[in-house]
């Protein structure tokens, strides 16, 4: 079982608030990752860090940042709020060490952006 | 090109009964990983199974089995034995290489009939 957390489960905002997701995990997993998924739609990266210090853009554009100050914590924010960012995220994260490099989720938070 | 293939938007099936869910993936590595999710309704992704490029047998795991046919790159999931809560999309994926980023499939939705 994994030990991934996100908070909050679910977020309503306004339109130009600055947010800050938080995505903890408590196995030492040296790599994380955030996505965006709109309901019942692929999944599609913007985020990831191969460890302290380690930040890299996805594949999709994303005007979130994230910050890999502490192993275990990977937040993504949000300086200004849009309604096209209204979507779901979620963090993962994986440990290449352990052969498969399986990537476990924390449950996401729903963004609403009035 | 689309690198992972999920030819079924939607599928049913009854209760008790197996189901075969497609995938199919293209990569030129030799080694790669290939992995199923599901993701009920609440949106959190659940790891299921996963098989190595060079594993030589079908991954088991409880009521899931991967059909692995790597001539024919395809990774299929077979659930046998469905119950009700096994009503979500369903996702396959793949990293190709070691420590490289994963590719999810568009996902499946699965309905179980009582």
């Known amino acids: 079982e994994a030990d991934i957390y996100q908070t909050p489960r679910y977020l309503v905002i306004g339109t130009g608030k600055k947010i800050t997701l938080e995505c903890s995990q408590t196995m030492g997993h040296d790599k994380m990752y955030w996505y965006q998924q709109d309901p019942g739609m692929e999944l599609h990266l913007i985020h990831y860090?191969?460890?302290?210090?380690?930040?890299e853009k996805g594949d999709l554009s994303s005007e979130s940042t994230v910050s890999r100050i502490r192993t275990e914590h990977f937040p993504l924010t949000l300086e200004s709020a849009r309604p096209s960012h209204t979507s779901q995220y979620l963090c993962a994260s994986s440990d290449l060490g352990q052969g498969t490099d399986t990537q476990y989720f924390g449950p996401g938070t729903r963004l609403t952006v009035l | 090109a689309q690198k992972i293939t999920q030819t079924q938007p939607g599928m049913f099936v009854q209760e008790k009964e197996a189901v075969t869910l497609d995938c199919t993936y293209d990569?030129?590595?030799?080694?790669?990983?290939l992995f199923w999710y599901k993701q009920p309704s609440s949106g959190e992704m659940i790891f299921l199974i996963y098989q190595g490029s060079y594993d030589e047998q079908n991954a088991t795991e409880g009521r899931y089995s991967l059909n692995f046919q790597k001539a024919r790159k395809s990774a299929n999931l077979v659930i046998s034995a469905s119950q009700l809560g096994d009503s979500a999309m369903y996702f396959c994926a793949m990293r190709e290489g070691y420590g490289q980023n994963f590719v999810f499939g568009p996902g499946t939705r699965l309905s179980v009939l009582p």
């Open positions: 990569t030129s590595d030799q080694s790669y990983g």
């Open positions: 860090s191969y460890g302290v210090n380690s930040t």
